[in-house]
């Protein structure tokens, strides 16, 4: 993990060439979807456009993170 410490701003990048944080990404990555997933089910079955925003939310997390693995 880099640290950016200009003084405007500091920004932490990943690097999925290490194994470590490449296994903190794919672990981000299943609970991301897994949030999907049960957000997403608990939206259609309460009709709760509140949960189906989350697991959109959460799935454009993971459509993030999917490039970086």
Do not use: H
Request: proline fraction near 1%.
């Amino acid at each position: 993990m880099i640290a950016n410490n200009n003084n405007n701003e500091s920004e932490i990048q990943l690097d999925a060439s290490n194994a470590a944080e490449r296994r903190t990404l794919l672990w981000a990555l299943g609970i991301n979807f897994l949030q999907v997933i049960v957000a997403g089910l608990v939206g259609v079955i309460a009709d709760s456009t509140g949960f189906l925003g989350a697991a959109l939310d959460n799935l454009g997390d993971a459509v993030v993170y999917g490039p970086c693995v």
